[in-house]
């Protein structure tokens, strides 16, 4: 994931340049490396999807460190190869990044997936898949 030019900075949820212009999900201009986006405008960083990466995205399913039930049935239907399992900047989510063929994102019992065209502000908290 850290390779190539798929990074931006973040302020808030929206992708910023590292001057802190708006970024945008569809134009690699915009764009940078991760080691360019360890500093800059705004108050963090993100990836840009698409290029064979995407993200599954699941929302308010830790209490802490603890999995809810239904979140364990929809991480054992995730299909390998599994990039990278993140906590999300909720604190509360995971983003599971997946290699995979861009399509359509689509929503389905509680969790989004992701893989073109779309902005992931990211944490870097690395979870593993258990």
């Avoid at 064979?52 to 049935?73: F, I, K, M, S, T």
């Amino acid at each position: 994931m850290r390779t190539g030019r798929r990074w931006t900075r973040a302020a808030g949820k929206r992708p910023i340049t590292l001057e802190g212009r708006p970024a945008s999900s569809t134009n690699p201009s915009t764009w940078a490396t991760y080691a360019e986006v360890q500093k800059g405008a705004g108050d963090g960083y993100g990836i840009m999807l698409g290029d064979g990466l995407g993200v599954y995205d699941l929302d308010h399913c830790l209490d802490g460190n603890q999995l809810a039930p239904w979140a364990r049935e929809a991480l054992d239907q995730i299909p390998e190869p599994v990039v990278f399992v993140e906590r999300s900047v909720s604190g509360t989510g995971l983003h599971v990044f997946v290699e995979a063929d861009e399509a359509p994102g689509t929503v389905s019992n509680g969790v989004e997936r992701y893989t073109r065209a779309r902005f992931v502000r990211v944490t870097g908290e690395r979870l593993t898949r258990q």
